[in-house]
């Protein structure tokens, strides 16, 4: 396990001062640097992110890690984490601290596998860091973890470390809640078993593993938001034949947060805190996620114009859309049009508090 002085997370920044309403944000960042450093500057909004060390201060009861995906520089994770953070406030769930978890992900996508189950040691540290130092203040704190794609993978290698940690094991540590959205994982990835790993041959030689074990043992609540008909996910499960296989074409498997867990050819050992949550109708028909007048097909983004053979067509399709989707325009661009499906992890947070 990487070890990580806490001194090397904090940043020599003053706090800022902020609407009570609002949520205190932090981001943290793994980018051109081995260790953790914290962010300063502004968010996407008219915001500064907090110095790090007020968390080891202040210990808050609540925190959420939001973790991004593919193929994202540190200005778009910025424009990520906003939407976050506008769709907890705009659902009133601000009674957390969110920090954003900003890791290499705008490489090659085999690599960007690698990378970020590389992350997930650093994330496991800074957890349990934190964790330990809040006990030492007699303090304890529910942390709560929100990833998207293959953030999923940060988060499950996350779990995989914490579950060999005997610090985090000898303190009795869990991890409040995790929940997955559209994660770019295989869906055999969270089975107990390790041979449904290992008589599947597209997981040889690959960042792939069984995170069964770790999500039963160090997650309290486990959720996985899967969309049926994300194009990048794909293929949709009516039309095998479909030509939108973005997922698929890469891995030759199925993704855990298109259809949820493998049920076929295998049936999958999974956890007893497992839960698969169909949030297809939660995603509405909208282009332009990030509100940028771009369409936001993974496969087209970059070569095509606005509005330009998307692959975007009808409710449920968008894959940049479970963070929510901002307003175009200066005058919209800081307002929230729909909050994806972060009402669904909202509901989750709020019963996961209910059922203490």
Known sequence: MLLLSVFSLV???NSTTVNKTDILTYLISTRNNITYYGVTGHGYGNYSFLNIKNLYETCP???AIAVHGWSLNESQVKERLDRVKMSLENNAYTNTSLIGFSWPSDIPWNDAKFVAKENGPILADFISSLKNSCKQNFKDMQINLIGHSLGARVI???LDILHNDPTWKNNNFKIASVNLMGAAVDNEEVSKNPR???SDRTNWDSAKSNYGNAIEDEVIHFYNLYNTKDKVLGPNPTNPFSPYQIYPSFEGDLALGQNG???FPINITLPKNYVDINITKEIPFNIDADGDKK?????II???PWNASCMIKAPGDSHFGYFGFRGSGPENN???VDDGAMDVVISNLNNNTKSK
């Open 11 to 13: 940043n020599t920044a």
């Open 61 to 63: 009861p609540q925190i």
């Open 156 to 158: 499950l290698s996350t």
């Open 196 to 198: 449904d790993i290992i």
């Open 261 to 263: 867990s493998q049920k």
């Open 295 to 299: 369409c936001d097909d993974l496969r």
């Open 302 to 304: 970059t070569i095509h």
């Open 334 to 336: 800081t307002k929230l």
